[in-house]
Structure formats: structure tokens, C-alpha cells
């Protein structure tokens, strides 16, 4: 059973940066692209960054391009989010994604049950 | 490009309901068509994938078509249950971006 769960989200201040982390197992983590999406509350989803399976290819949505970093260490299952230069429209929940096994850009297939991020003074 | 999704529809249970996806810019067979399921409080979920294929574990009252004379997907549900209650999302994306549906509220009553 594919299992992705996040963690690092909480409260943080305008202009201030958060780390996601998200932890993989059930699959071979080294053989699938994995992507962030974000809702904001009350809102719909947003597509924010996905990375290739290496982790040498990775695309970014222009709101948040500059700012959030995404990465992965394959050797722990782990993907990650660093989020710098928050915003107050950056605060959503974050979903991590195992997208389809095809070369990236392409979908979300299983999904995580997301974290929370704030950013508020 | 944007895909967009008519933001309500209802339905009565038993009944069928379509919802739609038309797509801005660019062929809509150009790349895939995803639909995703999201209950209020919970993470989405696929329902359908490459424009009409089915996860496992999804009921066949679920199906997916493209129609290119509108440019657009479309999301069929037959039989509604009061479970189908949800929003649901169209995805697809080109070379370098992934992009989302505006998402439509299915009511059953």
C-alpha cells in the first residue's frame, strides 16, 4: 500500500521560511517523479512543484517559482518543500503527491493526506 | 492554458450527471485528463486517469470521455449515490506546468 506522509508544516511569520518533509513507503520511491499541490482554505487545488525521479528535473508554478525549493533523498524515501519568502497566500494545506510513472509534468496518482501550512504576523 | 468546470451541479440520487472540462488553449488530447474526488476533509483522490481509465477500486459508475469538436473532458456519473457528494477536480498539464480545474461542487439530493 503506497503511504505518503507529510510533516513541517505549522505557523509562520511573512517573510519567514518552513521546510515540508514528506515520507514514503509502499513503492519504490526512486522510481517515480513526486509533487507538492497546495489548497487554500476554501479554495480549489493548485499545482506548486514537481521533481523527476533523479531529482535532476524539477518545475516550478510562477507563484511560487524563486522562492520554494522542492528536493528528494532518495536513499530515505523523502521529499521535500523549502519554503522561503512567505506569503500570507502561500497559507494552505500541502499535499504530497507520487505522480504517474511517465517523464514529469504529468499527474498526481496517489496523494498524502496534507499539512497545514499558516503564515501570519 | 486554464480548464474550466462549471463550479455546481445536482443531481438527484439515481439519476446521472455530467461534468465538463474545456480546455483554453492547445488540443485536449494534446496530454492527459486526470479526475480527482475530494470529500469535505479529506486529501483528493483519482478516479480517473489518461482520460478514461479507472484506478482499481473505483466503481464503473465513474467514466471519463474527450469530446475535441468542444475541446473538453468530460466526467460521468451514473447511478449517484448520496457518497458522490464531493468536489471534483480536472487536471492536465504540457511541457513544463500542471494545471488544475476550478473544481465543481456536486450536490445529491
Known amino acids: 500500500e503506497v503511504q505518503l506522509l507529510e510533516s513541517g508544516g505549522g505557523l509562520a511569520q511573512p517573510g519567514g521560511s518552513l521546510r515540508l518533509s514528506c515520507v514514503a513507503s509502499?513503492?519504490?520511491?526512486?522510481?517515480?517523479?513526486m509533487s507538492w499541490v497546495r489548497q487554500a482554505p476554501g479554495k480549489g487545488l493548485e499545482w506548486v512543484s514537481v521533481i523527476s525521479a533523479s531529482g535532476r528535473t524539477t518545475y516550478y508554478a510562477d507563484s511560487v517559482k524563486g522562492r520554494f525549493t522542492i528536493s528528494r533523498d532518495n536513499s530515505n524515501s523523502r521529499l521535500y518543500l523549502q519554503m522561503d519568502s512567505l506569503r500570507a497566500d502561500d497559507a494552505a494545506v500541502y499535499y504530497c503527491a507520487r505522480e504517474a510513472p511517465l517523464i514529469p509534468p504529468t499527474y498526481p496518482g496517489e496523494w498524502g493526506q496534507g499539512i497545514v501550512v499558516a503564515v501570519s504576523s | 492554458f486554464l480548464l474550466t468546470q462549471p463550479h455546481s451541479v445536482s443531481e438527484s440520487p439515481g439519476k446521472t450527471v455530467t461534468i465538463s472540462c474545456t480546455r483554453s488553449?492547445?488540443?485536449?488530447?494534446?496530454?492527459?485528463v486526470q479526475w480527482y474526488q475530494q470529500r469535505p476533509g479529506s486529501a483528493p483522490t483519482t478516479i480517473i486517469y489518461?482520460?478514461?481509465?479507472?484506478p482499481s477500486g473505483v466503481p464503473d459508475r465513474f467514466s471519463g470521455s474527450i469530446d475535441t469538436s468542444s475541446n473538453s473532458a468530460s466526467l460521468t456519473i451514473s447511478g449517484l449515490k448520496t457518497e458522490d457528494e464531493a468536489d471534483y477536480y480536472c487536471?492536465?498539464?504540457?511541457?513544463?506546468?500542471?494545471?488544475f480545474g476550478g473544481g465543481t461542487k456536486l450536490t445529491v439530493l
Open positions: 488553449s492547445g488540443s485536449i488530447v494534446l496530454n492527459y
Open positions: 487536471q492536465s498539464y504540457d511541457a513544463n506546468s500542471v494545471v
Open positions: 489518461q482520460d478514461d481509465h479507472r
Open positions: 509502499g513503492f519504490t520511491f526512486d522510481t517515480y517523479a
